[in-house]
Structure formats: C-alpha cells, structure tokens
C-alpha cells in the first residue's frame, strides 16, 4: 500500500475489539491550521491506554465509537507550519505527544497538532527511541514534579518500576534527589539498579507492604484493579504521605481508606507538555536518562505490538516504526 501527496498510511480501527481490529488502510493526510505544524511521523510508541482503547476503555470515553486512530508517542520531522507558528519551522525533527486525550493519530505516516505540544527531539538518539519517551516521561515527571512535588531526601515507592513509565520515573525520582523503591520481577533488579534504583523489591515473592515503610510518595502504575495494589500501598506511607493513583484513578473507598491512615490519595493524567518535553530532552543527550526499548515493529504490526504489550512483560516500550 502506498500513498500519494494527499493521502497516508494509517492503522485504523472500525470497532473495539481485540487486537484483530487494527488493520492497516489509507487516509487522508491532515493539513495544519494556524499555530499548527504537520508532522511526519518516523516512529510512533505503543503504550498501554492505546490497547485498553482499543478495546473500549481507556480514553474511549473521549474519542467515542470508532473508527479512529490510535496512539499518541510521535517523533518526526516538521513538514509543514501553519500560520503563527514561531517556535518551529519545516524540517526540525521533533517528538510530542499531541492532543491526549483526543484522538492524534500517531499510528499514522502524518500528524498535524499545536507546534507547542511539541519540542526538538533528543539529538543523541533516533526516532524509535525517541518516540519511546513522550507519554511514559510525561506521566513520571508530571507525577514527581507537578502532582508530588518530590524533594531531595524523601523515601519513593514506585510500582511497575520496569516499565515504560516506571522505567523513567526510578530517573528523574533519582535525579530529584529522592531515595527510590521499586517493584519489580527480580529478573529486572540489576538493570533498575543501574538506573538509580536504591532499594527493590520482587513483588513475585513478598507482599510490598510487608517490605516497606515510611514511604514520602508512592507512585501506583498498577492501580486497585489489579491485587488492589493502590490500596494496599496506603500501609506503606508515613503520616502525610501522598498516594499518586495514576491508571485507575481515586475511587470514594481508596479516598476514605487514605483519610483513616491519615495520608493523601491524588488521581493523576498526564498532557501534554512541550517545554517539560524539551527539559527531558535534555536530560536524555547528557546521558542522565536513558531510553528503555524492548523491541521494533514495522507499523503493519501493530495487532502484534498490542498483543505483546498486553502480556505485561515488556522491559520498557514497544515501539512501531512508520517511515524511515
């Protein structure tokens, strides 16, 4: 399948399902507005709220009965500004992760956002590593920075610590300053370790709760849906200690259960956020983050890439490869 000057290859959806619903077809490339750019997408990454929208949850709510687009992790090359746009100009290679949690697009060979969703790619890798980082670096900065205020010297507790979000919330939590605990599968503790993980714990043989304490913050990329693991990590928190809750969310019994052990629970969703983006990128070309990516699949295999993500297994992202 190949496109002209005004179409484009995309993997689309027409129902939710299974990951037998993405199939590959040709749309019609979108055009800039003003104070937009068009991107050309090199690299697109796969996270887990593209599968559980694919398969009706997740941002469905938002984007509303297919067909659609998924993805959101793009990193790419300006091939077109709209009017007003200063900050970029055609040819600058970029990564972002536009329009969360409307519908981007990012499974596709072009999108079109605000040039402020946007910043320069890390320089010091290409594009399917830097399509890696957007929404996963977002959501673990945003969560330390913006929703725990996290400060040098406080104890960090953070699930999920392998993967892609976790995997760069053990960094920046270290780069803080903090003292970082991660679960994780003991496979994963030497190459956490040599991210700046400081304690971690194999949630295959203990229970967390029973390993830890005194926590400052913990940050919960699991959620209560699974082993209620939001819930059981309010045990883990000293007084005044803030739960982040960031796949399912405050539900009334986790916000009741934090008031009686008199610690905060805080829902949290990333957006986008093209400035923090740049300061990431930054902390990427001076080696103090690295980028974790399991693997590379061509865009076609994008049913492939959701049915491996749903595993829960992946060390760090998965990541589709759209142009080269």
Excluded at 154 to 172: K, N, S, T
Excluded at 176 to 204: F, M, N, P, Q, R
Excluded at 251 to 276: F, I, K, M, N
Aim: no cysteine; aromatic share 6%.
């Amino acid at each position: 399948m190949s496109s002209d000057a005004k179409t484009m290859r995309a993997i689309a959806q027409d129902t939710f399902g299974g990951p037998e619903v993405l199939r590959l077809t040709e749309l019609t490339r979108p055009e800039p507005l003003p104070t937009e750019v068009q991107v050309r997408v090199h690299a697109a990454g796969v996270n887990p709220v593209d599968w559980k929208t694919r398969a009706g949850g997740g941002m469905s709510g938002v984007l509303g009965e297919p067909p659609f687009v998924l993805g959101w992790d793009v990193s790419g090359e300006v091939t077109e500004v709209g009017f007003g746009v200063h900050t970029l100009q055609v040819g600058d290679e970029v990564y972002g992760m536009p329009w969360f949690p409307r519908q981007a697009g990012a499974y596709a060979e072009y999108v079109t956002a605000p040039a402020r969703q946007f910043a320069r790619k890390p320089v010091s890798v290409g594009h399917d590593l830097a399509a890696a980082v957007p929404l996963a670096a977002l959501t673990a900065w945003q969560s330390l920075v913006d929703a725990a205020r996290v400060e040098a010297g406080q104890r960090v507790l953070i699930h999920a610590a392998a993967g892609g979000v976790g995997h760069f919330a053990v960094q920046f939590a270290k780069h803080l300053g903090a003292h970082v605990i991660g679960t994780a599968s003991a496979a994963k503790h030497d190459w956490l370790s040599s991210l700046g993980a400081d304690e971690l714990i194999d949630y295959t043989a203990v229970r967390f709760e029973d390993a830890v304490r005194d926590i400052d913050v913990v940050i919960d990329l699991i959620g209560d849906e699974h082993d209620a693991t939001s819930t059981r990590s309010l045990k883990t928190l000293r007084p005044g200690g803030l739960l982040v809750a960031v796949p399912s969310g405050v539900s009334p019994e986790l916000h009741d259960a934090a008031l009686a052990r008199d610690v905060r629970a805080s829902a949290y969703l990333v957006e986008p956020d093209g400035a923090s983006l740049a300061r990431i990128a930054g902390l990427i070309d001076k080696g103090v983050t690295k980028v974790e990516v399991e693997d590379v699949l061509p865009l076609a295999d994008a049913a492939e890439a959701h049915r491996r993500g749903e595993r829960g297994r992946t060390r760090g992202k998965l990541v589709l490869r759209v142009t080269s």
